[in-house]
């Protein structure tokens, strides 16, 4: 049985008539016959009685009806439904960022995505980098947005390089470091100390080494280290911690005056990009491609106002 056959029964159910069937199917009516006694044989019971040159739907045909119609409904809508995959509007998107990229790039994509892709189901995940990483292997994720640093070495990894943040130390505009022109290295000791453990790696920790003099130990010298930005946000707004962050992660923050950046010499000379980082080998859904542009387009927009407030 194929669903050419159950084509030529629905049209001679609907039309009562093997001429005007085999007409409407493009057919001779001895080749619509044909196909109609194939269908017949493969479903083991006559579906027409063949009486005064006329053919009458047996019992079994009208019991089959509703079920063959929904057989070629079914056909249709998984011709559209892979049509519209095709087309980027259709199809499982599953998709990563660290939380201080939540409200900024991932909130927006999502409603961009409701808005635009009412067919594509949305997947995300909320992690640091390295587990991040992890859940692109095990192919739990079509891809994730992330500092490029952690797949440097990898062959595997396809990655697209977007924007380079600078890591600066930054207090609530009330600490009483904030008003200092410039602050000594020493001076850090004196306050809790708090870094973003989503990229707080190995790379972050030579630096600080090299730079501040710091234990190897981030134990000994780092107060907090949290991959949740909504806690991190919460103790930069209320306690005297100083945070090493970019100015990404917190630019509403600093925007609204809410934080400041300290004045300390040396800097810490560490910048983190932003890159679109996918497997390589693994086809993606033509939306993937979509969520590209609009992140793409979207960090383009912050950038612009980045510079144009010179922040």
């Known amino acids: ?73 079914d056909e249709k809508e998984s011709f559209r439904l892979l049509q519209l995959m095709n087309n980027g509007e259709s199809g499982t998107l599953m998709v990563g960022m660290g939380s201080s990229l939540t409200s900024l790039v991932l909130a927006p994509l999502l409603l961009w995505c409701m808005e635009n892709l009412p067919d594509v189901r949305l997947r995300t995940r909320v992690e640091t980098s390295d587990r991040l990483l992890h859940a692109l292997r095990a192919e739990q994720l ?31 505009a009330t600490h009483p470091l904030a008003k200092q022109k410039q602050v000594s290295i020493e001076e850090l000791h004196g306050w809790p100390l708090m870094v973003f453990a989503g990229w707080a790696g190995a790379r972050f920790q030579r630096a600080f080494c090299d730079i501040y003099h710091f234990s190897p130990s981030d134990s000994d010298n ?6 949740d930005m909504h806690i991190a946000r919460q103790l930069l707004s209320n306690t005297n911690a100083i945070a090493c962050a970019t100015n990404l992660a917190i630019l509403d923050m600093i925007v609204s005056g809410e934080v400041v950046r300290l004045n300390i010499q040396p800097e810490p000379g560490m910048n983190i990009t932003l890159g679109i980082i996918r497997l390589s080998g693994r086809m993606l859904l033509p939306v993937a491609e979509r969520t590209f542009t609009f992140i793409r387009n979207h960090l ?3 950038n612009r106002m980045i510079l144009n407030s010179r922040i």
Do not use: C, K
């Open 1 to 73: 049985m194929n669903t050419r056959q159950i084509h030529h029964f629905l049209a001679l159910m609907n039309t009562g008539s093997l001429s005007t069937a085999a007409e409407s199917e493009n057919l001779s009516q001895p080749a619509l016959s044909r196909s109609i006694r194939a269908l017949e044989e493969t479903l083991g019971v006559p579906l027409f009685d063949r009486t005064e040159r006329r053919l009458r739907p047996t019992p079994f045909a009208l019991a089959w009806l509703p079920r063959a119609q929904r057989i070629v409904d």
């Open 142 to 172: 079509d891809y994730f947005l992330g500092d490029i640093s952690i797949a440097a070495t990898h062959s595997d990894l396809v990655v697209e390089p977007l924007y380079s943040y600078p890591v600066d130390w930054y207090v609530r």
């Open 222 to 227: 780092i107060s907090v280290m949290t991959d």
């Open 300 to 302: 383009d927009e912050i």
